[in-house]
């Protein structure tokens, strides 16, 4: 029996990977060795947890670019689907998703200019800023309904948390934590305005996790939100190449004292996190 | 369907084949991306980008499978994003005290036959690991890799993949032994 303690060996004796001299020495000596063997068990016992992780599930669905994909019509596809066996029901949900995706295509197309890598994303919508919408028949200072926003929202991941520009005096933020971390925050370089301009606002909402994929303790992630922006009338207002900025427009027929209220909305369970509440917060804009 | 028929198919014009690789390994991918990287997000962007990856170049694979060849995309992404973060100078935003202790919800605990304690254990000493070993840890345990996958993915020799694989398993089991949860306590005799 060898002496020499066999732990350089536990690694290969699990994947069995041994030869077999190996194995039959790796075999004696733990049979001998009470060090070995306790060692041996707690090591098969932690790698076998180890292997008994749960395996995440992606949380967007993965998009190959439009412009990389081969022309044809949507008929020929639903017959290539069904030739790979995958039923009827499913080909109609299928369908219906592909409505989906062409409304998100049509969003996209509006509101981020970035060419074809915005059909990797899901398309940053400023949801009812457009002629006709629910939320601008609205009065001044209304909250637009939650409905109205769910129904037409549909807020961003972004890469990374960003922070206002230091220059934007006029601020306000709104932190939660009933449930999940949050903070939302919409932002403009001043409160006050005037007919006529285009104003930049800054929206951006973040959500903590204790992530159970993560190197430290606090906070192990944070998942950035872009918010949709809407206004109340009479402005409107357009999220900017899918960034956390918008443009807001003052009509140049606002008159002196008016006030536009500027809402940064996440809707609720947005970015896959199905407990995240909806998350709103307002910002008054004054016209000179 | 195997994958080299699929990839066969893909190759033949049948690009909604595709789907089936997707299908088939989004979910092994990006656990991949998000132990290493940590970040749900980051790791998306991770399997979105390998994906595409993966169906432009699939008439260039040769000499690996495609399981495989999914694997290098990913880990060479998974690099490109950690240097990137080492870089890139991140706003921070104020998380105060409102950290809750939430998992990923992405990562159910129903689907796992451990402990919600034992699977953050476990998430946190991997994250810990050097990446070298962890890419292989990952690869190999959670991923159900070979030998001699791994040497494909990591394009390195065999003994190299053994070397790294039992120091990071090492490494994991006595960190894991020495952390505070007391989940993994010691045996009574240890060498």
Sequence with gaps: VSAVHQTERFSDALDRALTSSEQREFDQHISACGECAAAYSQYRETIGKVRSLPMAKMPVPVRIPADLLPRRSWTEGLRAYLRRGRGVPTAIALVAAAGLLVVASRQSTVNNSSGSESALRP???????????????????????????????????????????????????????????????????????????????????????????????????????????????PATAKTVDGSALADVSIPASAHAGDKIVVYATVPAGSGNLATLPQLQVMLTLTVQ | MEDEAVVAAVRRGDHDAFSILVDRYQDRLYTTALRLLGSPVDAADVVQDAFVRAYTHIDEIRGATIRAW?????????????????????????????????????????????????????????????????????????????????????????GTVKSRLSRGRAQLVTRLRESSTGLFSKSEEQL
């Design chain 2, 70 to 158: 999914l694997y290098r995309v990913t880990t060479n992404c998974v690099r490109d994003v950690q240097r990137r973060n080492m870089r890139r100078a991140t706003v921070s935003i104020d998380a105060e005290d409102n950290v809750i202790d939430l998992p990923d919800p992405s990562l159910g605990p129903e689907q796992s036959a451990l402990s919600r304690e034992e699977v953050s254990a476990i998430g946190a000493a991997i994250g810990e690991l050097p990446a070298e070993f962890a890419e292989v840890v990952i690869m190999r345990d959670l991923n159900d890799l070979s030998y001699e996958e791994i040497s494909q993915v990591l394009s390195c020799p065999v």
């Design chain 1, 123 to 233: 398309a940053v919508v400023s949801p009812v800023s457009g002629a006709g919408s629910g939320a601008q028949a609205q009065a001044a200072g209304a909250a637009p309904k939650a409905a109205d926003i769910a129904a037409s929202c549909v807020a961003t991941l972004l890469p990374h948390p960003v922070a206002p520009p230091p220059s934007y005096g006029n601020v306000v933020t709104v932190r939660g934590s009933n449930g999940i971390a949050t903070q939302i925050t919409v932002a403009a370089p001043s409160s006050k305005v005037h007919a006529g301009d285009t104003v930049p606002v800054f929206a951006s909402a973040t959500v903590s996790l204790q992530s159970t994929g993560a190197r430290d303790s606090t906070p192990s992630a944070q998942i950035a939100i872009g918010p949709c922006v809407e206004t109340s009338t």
